[in-house]
């Protein structure tokens, strides 16, 4: 079975600082890796996703996440914050599989941003 | 693309009452997902559809609550009747075969029962 663990359930930054989200992950096959985010009353959005393409995956809004298959790690990074950042972030795991598999999903880190 | 459609966007009813919940999901997607958010439990999947058909309800939490998807682009989860522990964000998402397991989320329905 898949897991996600994400440390931290908030993370809090100052404006311009550097921002560091944790994602490690537990799959027996080789995983589809996501990170979504959530912005106050409204649904998920897809930030970026690793498909085995490449292990540095460049998402929207500066953010990206490497992929450490010896770590079993997904950390989403971004060089420096912006007070729009705040938002609740999600990790999410799928196998490659032959068929649609569905997401298995972290329980979230909220990201504060002060000025 | 008008992404994923949820309606309504906030319900409130009272206990004991029937609530339905509606999404359209994006044109052409063949899968379709209701979630649940709450702040104790987090994100939860309560069912999931292909090509119409039921693949996986065992997150549907009890009798209480039934999904259907008439056709390729409508779904409705309803809950008969509604109690005040079923508050919280239903979101329905979509997603196409052959993209990495993607899934496009829609806005949410805020339910509050009293």
């Known amino acids: 079975a898949q897991s996600v663990t994400q440390l931290g359930s908030h993370v809090s930054v100052s404006e311009g600082a550097l921002v560091l989200l944790r994602c490690n992950y537990s799959?027996?096959?080789?995983?589809?890796l996501f990170w979504y985010v959530q912005y106050p009353n409204q649904g998920l959005q897809l930030l970026l996703k690793?498909?085995?393409?490449?292990?540095l995956v460049k998402g929207i809004n500066g953010f990206e996440a490497e992929f450490k298959k010896s770590e079993t790690s997904f950390h989403l990074t971004k060089p420096s914050a912006h007070m729009s950042d705040a938002a609740e972030y999600f990790c999410?795991?799928?196998?490659?599989?032959?068929?649609?598999?569905?997401?298995?999903f972290g329980t979230g880190t909220r990201l504060l941003v002060s000025p | 693309d008008a992404g994923v459609i949820q309606s309504p966007r906030h319900e409130v009813t009272e206990m004991g009452q029937e609530v339905t919940l509606r999404c359209k999901p994006i044109?052409?997607?063949?899968?379709l997902f209701w979630y649940r958010q709450t702040m104790m439990r987090g994100l939860e999947l309560l069912i999931y559809f292909n090509n119409n058909v039921p693949i996986d309800d065992s997150g549907m939490p009890e009798d209480r609550f039934s999904a259907k998807m008439p056709n390729a682009s409508f779904s409705t989860l309803k809950i008969q009747p509604s109690e005040p522990r079923d508050s919280a964000v239903y979101f329905c998402?979509?997603?196409?075969?052959?993209?990495?397991?993607?899934?496009?989320f829609g806005p949410g329905t805020r339910l509050t029962v009293l």
């Open positions: 799959s027996s096959v080789p995983p589809y």
């Open positions: 999410a795991v799928s196998e490659q599989n032959t068929g649609f598999q569905k997401l298995v």
């Open positions: 690793y498909t085995s393409a490449a292990t």
């Open positions: 044109s052409g997607h063949d899968y």
């Open positions: 998402a979509s997603a196409s075969s052959g993209t990495y397991n993607e899934q496009f």
